[in-house]
């Protein structure tokens, strides 16, 4: 009885690792300034927390940070940075797994009224925010599930940046979980 017990729990922990594991953001494949943006994302464990950081700068403060979603996609109503600006898109889930696109450049759109305003619906950040603990309260608004292309028509596609270091966090669970499964089954 106790090494079904210990097999069953082995199970559903690796189960489990699977399960909030996965997390990515697809990558934009253009962002216009004053115009609106759908970003979009899968696996990990709800809530989800969006932030812009400076492009590349993964440990950098964030630019803006928007509401918590529970959903897979947030729709940025107007993308409110200005054109040339190079963005990574960061996402933390509800267990702090983290995740960035590949880094973004703001093109120029024909209206540039809603540049360094608020308009995007999210909490623009001073430079002595820390990037990634910062978060917008509020709600859900904006989510939608939609087809993953922004309002100009563009196709996003996953990310290829490299995992962060919550990955390698990751993966030493899913090694936890492999040899918590050995052991259960050796008492078999």
């Known amino acids: 009885m106790m090494k079904s017990v210990l097999a069953l729990a082995a ?12 997390l990515t953001v697809s990558t934009p494949s253009s962002l216009v300034t004053c115009q609106p943006a759908l970003i979009t994302w899968s696996g990990g464990v709800s809530p989800y927390f969006l932030s812009v950081l400076p492009g590349g700068q993964t440990s950098a403060s964030a630019l803006e940070s928007f509401p918590t979603q529970t959903g897979s996609s947030y729709t940025w109503p107007k993308v409110d940075i200005q054109a040339g600006t190079l963005i990574t898109i960061q996402i933390r889930d509800g267990q702090g797994n983290i995740q960035y696109s590949s880094p973004v450049t703001i093109q120029a759109g024909p209206d540039t009224t809603c540049v360094g305003g608020n308009s995007s619906g999210g909490t623009v950040l001073n430079s002595s925010a820390v990037g990634g603990s910062t978060s917008a309260a509020g709600s859900t608004g904006g989510s939608s599930s939609g087809s993953p292309t922004s309002s100009s028509g563009s ?22 979980a492999g040899i918590a499964g050995l052991i259960g089954a050796a008492l078999l």
């Not at 199970?11 to 996965?22: D, I, K, L, Y």
């Open 155 to 176: 196709a996003t596609s996953p990310s290829t940046t490299p995992k962060s270091a919550a990955s390698g966090l990751k993966a030493a669970g899913y090694a936890v």
């Open 11 to 22: 199970f559903a922990v690796a189960a489990f690792a699977q399960t909030a594991g996965n």
